[in-house]
């Protein structure tokens, strides 16, 4: 992993400046993949788009942050005394986030928050700390859904996996039935499995 500049952004209520460093090079070597899309690589920092502030706990999209400075230099040399770093939401943020209207009329925005609280959910229920019957995970789910396109055959993978997240094994398989692009298609092998053995927890790859 390779590490580039420190983007400095200001928080839009209180002012604090917070660096974004970006990463120039990753991998996902060593990394876990799992069937409803999140992976953990150890070389590969997921991006963040939407950020907490770490002195007045706002939220905000980090796109549309000012940016107050650049630094084309190692990110130890920014004085961490008087700058705080962004970080990743955690799901009560992302909920947070949703009802605050931080999503509202952009597909993209929603799509993103709720893919990330499908993700946080389905790590809950792996630890049996969330029940797959809960009503925020399936209206997560079911929101998340009609955001998606059976035609795209990313978002066809991820309906059908949402849908034997939520029980709906027929659909689950009658998606899994269309044609898929050959990288796809151990994923879909295994996924097809699950469905037909009615086992819904979302799985390692
Ligand atoms: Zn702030």
């Keep these: 992993m390779q590490l580039g500049n420190v983007i400095l952004i200001e928080c839009p209520e209180c002012g604090k400046n917070l660096k974004n460093i970006h990463v120039v090079s990753a991998n996902s070597f060593g990394g876990r993949f799992f069937s409803d899309g999140n992976f953990y690589a150890p070389m590969y920092p997921k991006p963040i788009n939407i950020t907490r502030c770490s002195s007045c706990q706002a939220i905000f999209w980090v796109q549309e942050a000012r940016i107050v400075g650049e630094q084309i230099t190692r990110p ?28 509202a009329k952009d597909i993209e925005k929603e799509f993103y928050l709720r893919k990330q609280i499908w993700h946080k959910q389905n790590e809950l229920i792996t630890k049996k700390e969330l029940s797959q019957e809960s009503e925020l995970y399936k209206e997560n789910a079911q929101k998340l859904e009609v955001l998606l396109n059976e035609g795209n055959p990313d978002e066809r993978l991820m309906i059908a996996e949402i849908n034997r997240n939520t029980g709906n094994f027929r659909k689950c398989l009658r998606l899994l039935e269309q044609k898929f692009p050959d990288e796809y298609l151990q994923t879909v092998r295994k996924m097809r499995k699950k469905a037909l053995t009615r086992q819904s927890k979302t799985f390692e790859l």
């Design 76 to 103: 130890e040399l920014v004085d961490n005394n008087k700058v705080g770093e962004i970080c990743h939401l955690n799901l009560d943020d992302y909920f947070r986030a949703l009802n605050m209207g931080m999503a």
